[in-house]
């Protein structure tokens, strides 16, 4: 069982372009989270789902989009990417996507926009 | 604001030694409180998760406690490892936003 996959490990931009970071779970979790993690902050979340076919923007939702087609993919995507989208990105799932839920996380994705 | 703040921002320690690290929280209305190690290029993994209820939870060497009246969480770290050596981050549940609120972690070092 992998748990939380994300795609690619890292990566490095050109501003304005378009890039698609993917994550996939094979734990049938109902909830899936995209979050940033930037160096002297805690990770903020950017969106997500609370079950398959329906989204929710969280603390940082501009400049990404998500969607969740169905249980197990939950890409994230930055329609055209500047460099304040610098980050390293987490994607996590949790069972219920309820308060006490445990979330897990994934490896990560180290994104770089120049 | 809601907010979780975490000191100290590092510690280095000798391995074998204990550690306390503290977290201070104003998110309301609370539900619980969850702390997070994150090993160096990875995600984070959950240790503990403690509900207003509870005064201390243990997982291992791994002790926290909780203080809903001041809004306080420690995590205490016994007889510590060179393994131990990651960010621990400090979660609190904002049911207002949906959303974690986490802090910005504590960077432990164990030294041999």
């Known amino acids: 069982i992998a748990g939380i996959t994300q795609a690619p490990t890292s990566q490095i931009l050109a501003a304005g372009r378009r890039m698609t970071l993917r994550c996939t779970q094979d734990?049938?979790?109902?909830?899936m989270y995209w979050y940033r993690q930037d160096l002297g902050l805690g990770l903020r979340l950017i969106h997500y789902?609370?079950?398959?076919?329906?989204?929710g923007k969280g603390e940082v939702p501009d400049g990404y989009s998500v969607s969740r087609a169905n249980t197990d993919d939950f890409p994230l995507t930055l329609a055209s990417a500047v460099p304040s989208q610098t980050s390293v990105y987490f994607c996590?799932?949790?069972?219920?996507?309820?308060?006490?839920?445990?979330?897990?996380f994934g490896p990560g994705t180290r994104l770089t926009v120049l | 604001k809601n907010q979780v703040e975490q000191s100290p921002q590092s510690l280095i320690i000798l391995e074998g030694k204990n550690c306390t690290l503290q977290?201070?929280?104003?998110?309301?209305?609370?539900?619980?409180l969850r702390w997070y190690k994150q090993d160096t290029g990875r995600g984070p993994v959950s240790l503990t998760i403690?509900?207003?209820?509870?005064n201390t939870k243990s997982n291992g060497r791994y002790t926290a406690t909780l203080d809903a009246d001041t809004k306080q969480s420690s995590l205490h770290i016994t007889a510590s490892q060179l393994s131990d050596s990651a960010s621990y981050i400090c979660?609190?549940?904002?049911?207002?936003?949906?959303?974690?609120?986490f802090g910005s972690g504590t960077r432990l070092q164990v030294q041999p």
């Open positions: 996590a799932s949790s069972a219920l996507g309820t308060d006490t839920d445990t979330q897990y």
């Open positions: 734990m049938r979790h109902n909830a």
């Open positions: 789902s609370n079950t398959a076919g329906t989204t």
């Open positions: 977290c201070n929280y104003t998110v309301s209305p609370f539900s619980n």
């Open positions: 403690m509900t207003f209820s509870e």
């Open positions: 979660v609190v549940p904002d049911t207002g936003r949906r959303a974690l609120t």
